[in-house]
């Protein structure tokens, strides 16, 4: 009776520590942190300067972000869940956020609430630290799931949508551009998709931050629908592709940046026409907005393109400060004049 009695505890002491490194036990999502953001209105686009038209963008206001959470920042992609208040967004940290942009009485952004952070679990439910496993850069939303693009080690990943509870991935997607030729850092900081009544009927795009190929244009795919197929994007000057979202006319708007030690950062908008998204082809278009350190701006990495209350086009942009104390988070948004 003693031995069986010892055996017993025996045995459970052992099933207990099989259940801690158990695919269930890790399984279990990552907790939600929440954090207070303080938000400083930014009011001019240029500084010290009181325009607000800049090519066809109207500047609305802005907002420059901290908070003492010490995994606030490194923001790379955001997406309006409502449009103008509520939001998804992508850390390259491997963090998923959430929040709501409150206004004033004039529709301008004044400040951030119920920003919380997640850490994104990878498919057998764990955490994950590695920065080159967890380099979330693009992101698109359609139907309560999320779509994420990955850096160096390069995937296209789906999600379900839950502020609350964000769990594993449960679709890996082909993207379609050969894995060799994406580069290590330069992979797709662009997903999104295409115009629900356009050629492409919604379907997923990815453009690449700068995979060149041998005539030195950036690498990209249509990867769902009848139309799927590989094209790239003229490369303009030495800018290189952040985010890009589509307009309600079927072009595609691209966020760009640029840097060097000797000038710093800018930042440039770029319309890309919409049928020169197409397998085999080369998409291009104009330049309609470029801003360098002399304008309210830092490492722009995220944009989205969503339609305010009065049928106003409007276009938000977040930065990335990659948490260092020498860059801002920030958050802009502009008017798309059509006139």
Same mark, same amino acid.
């Given at each position: 009776?003693?031995?069986?009695?010892?055996?017993?505890?025996?045995?459970?002491?052992?099933?207990?520590?099989?259940?801690?490194?158990?695919?269930?036990?890790?399984?279990?999502?990552?907790?939600?942190?929440?954090?207070?953001?303080? @938000? +400083?209105?930014?009011? &001019?686009?240029?500084?010290?300067?009181?325009? !607000?038209?800049?090519? /066809? #963008?109207?500047?609305?206001? *802005?907002?420059?972000?901290?908070?003492?959470?010490?995994?606030?920042?490194?923001?790379?992609?955001?997406?309006?869940?409502?449009?103008?208040?509520?939001?998804?967004?992508?850390?390259?940290?491997?963090?998923?956020?959430?929040?709501?942009?409150?206004?004033?009485?004039?529709?301008?952004?004044?400040?951030?609430?119920?920003?919380?952070?997640?850490?994104?679990?990878?498919?057998?439910?764990?955490?994950?630290?590695?920065?080159?496993?967890?380099?979330?850069?693009?992101?698109?939303?359609?139907?309560?799931?999320?779509?994420?693009?990955?850096?160096?080690?390069?995937?296209?990943?789906?999600?379900?949508?839950?502020?609350?509870?964000?769990?594993?991935?449960?679709?890996?997607?082909?993207?379609?551009?050969? @894995? +060799?030729?994406?580069? &290590?850092?330069?992979?797709?900081?662009?997903? !999104?998709?295409?115009? /629900? #009544?356009?050629?492409?009927? *919604?379907?997923?795009?990815?453009?690449?931050?700068?995979?060149?190929?041998?005539?030195?244009?950036?690498?990209?795919?249509?990867?769902?629908?009848?139309?799927?197929?590989?094209?790239?994007?003229?490369?303009?000057?030495?800018?290189?592709?952040?985010?890009?979202?589509?307009?309600?006319?079927?072009?595609?708007?691209?966020?760009?940046?640029?840097?060097?030690?000797?000038?710093?950062?800018?930042?440039?908008?770029?319309?890309?026409?919409?049928?020169?998204?197409?397998?085999?082809?080369?998409?291009?278009?104009?330049?309609?907005?470029?801003?360098?350190?002399?304008?309210?701006?830092?490492?722009?990495?995220?944009?989205?393109?969503?339609?305010?209350?009065?049928?106003?086009?409007?276009?938000?942009?977040?930065?990335?400060?990659?948490?260092?104390?020498?860059?801002?988070?920030?958050?802009?948004?502009?008017?798309?004049?059509?006139?």
């Amino acid at each position: 009776m003693i031995f069986s009695r010892r055996r017993a505890r025996r045995m459970l002491f052992v099933a207990c520590m099989l259940a801690c490194v158990s695919p269930a036990s890790a399984a279990k999502t990552a907790p939600v942190e929440t954090a207070e953001i303080s @938000a +400083r209105p930014i009011s &001019q686009f240029h500084i010290g300067h009181d325009e !607000t038209r800049f090519g /066809p #963008f109207e500047f609305v206001g *802005g907002l420059e972000m901290t908070s003492p959470a010490r995994d606030f920042g490194a923001m790379s992609a955001l997406r309006f869940l409502k449009p103008g208040s509520d939001f998804i967004g992508v850390a390259d940290t491997g963090f998923w956020f959430f929040g709501t942009i409150t206004r004033d009485a004039d529709r301008r952004p004044s400040g951030m609430k119920n920003f919380r952070m997640q850490q994104m679990v990878d498919a057998s439910g764990r955490t994950n630290d590695r920065k080159w496993e967890v380099d979330a850069e693009g992101l698109a939303v359609k139907d309560g799931v999320a779509t994420v693009g990955f850096e160096r080690d390069q995937r296209v990943v789906q999600f379900k949508i839950d502020p609350d509870n964000m769990k594993a991935p449960f679709k890996r997607l082909d993207y379609l551009v050969p @894995a +060799r030729e994406l580069r &290590q850092n330069r992979g797709f900081e662009t997903v !999104t998709h295409a115009n /629900p #009544f356009g050629q492409h009927a *919604g379907s997923l795009v990815v453009v690449s931050e700068r995979s060149l190929d041998k005539a030195g244009n950036v690498y990209a795919a249509v990867i769902e629908g009848p139309h799927k197929g590989v094209f790239t994007v003229k490369r303009n000057g030495d800018f290189d592709i952040t985010d890009g979202a589509f307009l309600p006319d079927g072009d595609l708007l691209l966020l760009e940046r640029s840097f060097s030690i000797a000038r710093g950062v800018k930042m440039r908008l770029r319309r890309i026409y919409g049928e020169s998204v197409e397998k085999g082809a080369v998409a291009d278009g104009p330049v309609l907005m470029e801003a360098d350190m002399g304008y309210q701006i830092d490492n722009m990495e995220g944009l989205d393109v969503w339609t305010r209350d009065d049928g106003a086009l409007m276009v938000s942009l977040i930065s990335d400060d990659n948490h260092s104390i020498l860059q801002r988070n920030l958050y802009l948004e502009f008017i798309l004049r059509q006139d």
